[in-house]
């Protein structure tokens, strides 16, 4: 922050202070609690004996201008000496005179503090002076709890000791200040970062007066997304072809009809196309044709959101054109009365009986029935049932269509015999072989494994998903997951789902409970059971998961293709999960180690390197970049087992073979920038080279905290030079945006999974 911002941060600095302090002026410590966020008490006890420079047991407003100025304005020394007597626990209360001239001078009428009158550009004593392995230990504890991470005891001794066995250099048994400003030197982005990052009301406003623009008016933009933009151009060019042809076709019936009949030869099209778009096999089965270079087939769900707001648009448009066509002529002819044109038959008009403008209203009012809850606004709270029944609505509104319009059946004998095809299809799949889930496992954070037997005649490619139904849940509803095991798993097939919604809540409840849910025992029998589920739950907590054998009756419609099955013609992919988004890069890496050993055992000379050995015509990867990004740290269960067999093969490559390199995140950790977390994740480093293993998830990968700096990561991987960078994502559709916006600005194409 400039000089000249000074003033203004300063006015607003004491804003903030008298919006928490009050009418007393005056911050105690659980004011200061509040306003740090801080999740261990410690940090915040230890920060405010620090700013209470007086012992009075609150802080004023001068003692946090002073504060701030040394945390914000100060040097290296200045904030080292503030962690230095963070750390040290039983030091006693630091010389109140912690600020040099300079810093003096920035408060103008601020005065020295205790009154003090020697040298002001002296530096404070520290009174403790050092740190011994006890005091280490405690702070290195409390910043794994405001890190939300979890480790045994054992495991807090071992990251003691190698912090402070590194920063002890002269072995005297205690850490001075000067070995603590060495060992942090070797740390550069510490020393360029070291604030209080958590205290965000300490923290100056960021001021941008130029905002960028908008990223739709980038060439990047442009060159990333042309395939799209040329189908939109292409459908909207064709849209305006339609309605033109139409409307000259019906110039001599007047304006309102021209309109009128425009928009009815685009609902012709449209109705079609929206079906066309959600024919999910047709789709699959183009993605392995010349077409999916040509189309954007991956981006079929938002085509279809975008021609349904078509739909209502130009039905609306029909709607009114048509009846203030008919008040104008009834006005002039003595047309039928309005409620005889809308509701009755007796003006003939329309192709079966004079039916159109009863078939009008009915689809208008089925539309809004569909509609609404697939809306943005409404399908975020809606029941997902709602929005599946009320969107079987469609079967009706064709049918009317053909009463409706003349024309509409010559649009759609083609797709609607497609429609009819893949539907028999599906329903024919799915009942042919009697399918079973036999294992289950649940795992942390509510994710249900499912273990079911695969049948003969399934298969799909890594990445895939399938529609799954479970009578014992529901008996009519179907809900899509991507699998998570490779193709090569011949017996198996795996799914992990997340439970965030009614029915994938209600299939975790159903296999934690020891009996079903659907069976409502008598009073008795409810409280035995609970005791018993309560005695069933101490026993399960003990294991590492739940895992139980079962034999319940399933059924799956599948497989169905995604973006993904690009990656295997990808020169250089970066996969990018997020929590649970995982799951279609597991598979997918299971089955590229896979083909990695099949390589090995037809070679087993071995090859210089994965890119020019491997002659798989499917497979062009010559780097794999995965990034896993998770809240919490009992998410990386998940797939840790999988991922440690990855790194051990790996291992056992030559340097040149190892195509495949993880980058693991966990965002509820606190980086090396915070005062709250700098010994932590020297400790984790210095233990991690040491044991060659992440203390976190047990990998060889260290778990970076915080979120990824994308700009780092992508530059990173587009100077490794292995080929054009496409990146794969799964993951929250807020991060998705993100991802995609760093992919433009280098040039990666992004591809996003959509069910």
Known sequence: MSIDNDSSWLEWVTKQFESIAGDDKEI?????????????????????????????????????????????????TDKLRFLFQVYDVDGKHPSPCLWSKRQQSWLGNVSPCCGHTSDLGARPEIRSGSIDPDELRTVLKSCLKESAISLPEEKLDDLTLALFESADKDKSGSITFEEL?????RFPEVMENLTISAANWLKPPRTDPRSPPPRYFTPAYWHNNRSKLLCMGGYGCLNLLLFTWAALWHAPLGAWVMVAKGCGQCLNFNCTFLGALMLRRCLTWLRATWVAKVFPLDQNVVFHQLVGYVVVALSV????????????????????????????????????????????????????????????????????????????????????????????WKWFVVPGCLFVVEKTVGIAVSRMAGLYIVEINLLPSKVTHLVIKRPPFFHYKPGDYIYLNIPAIAKYEWHPFTISSAPEQQDTIWLHIRSLGQWTNRLYEYFRRPEPLSQEPKPLTRNLQKQRFHQWAQVSAKLRENHRACNIKCYIDGPYGTPTRRIFASEHAVLVGAGIGITPFASILQSIMHRHRMRKQKDPGGSPSWSESHKDEEMKLRKVDFIWINRDQK??????????????????????????????YMTSALSKNDMKAIGLQMALDLLAKKEQRDSITGLRTRTQPGRPDWSKVFRKMAEENKGKVQVFFCGSPALAKVVKTHCEQFNFRFFKEHF
């Open 28 to 76: 105690d410590l659980e004011e200061f609690k509040t306003a740090l966020k801080v999740k261990e008490s410690f940090f915040a006890e230890r920060f405010f004996a620090l700013f209470d420079s007086d012992g009075s047991g609150t802080i004023s407003l001068d003692e946090l201008l002073k504060a701030l100025n040394l945390l914000i304005h100060g040097d290296e």
């Open 181 to 185: 400003r060495e060992e942090l030197e």
């Open 317 to 408: 448009v029909h709607t009114g054109a048509h009846v203030v066509n008919f008040v104008r002529l009834a006005q002039r002819q003595g047309r039928p009365a309005l409620w005889e044109y809308l509701f009755t038959t007796r003006p003939g008009i329309g192709w079966i009986h004079g039916s159109a403008a009863l078939t009008g209203i009915a689809l208008q009012l089925l539309l809004c029935l569909i509609y609404t809850p697939g809306s943005p606004v409404v399908c975020s709270s809606c029941d997902l049932q709602v929005f599946y029944w009320t969107h079987l609505s469609y079967i009706s509104v064709w049918a009317l269509l053909v009463l409706h319009g003349p024309n509409f």
């Open 635 to 664: 998410s990386f269960e998940w797939f840790v087992s999988l991922l440690t067999q990855l790194e051990m093969e790996q291992a056992d490559e030559e340097p040149e073979d190892r195509f495949l390199e993880m980058h693991m």
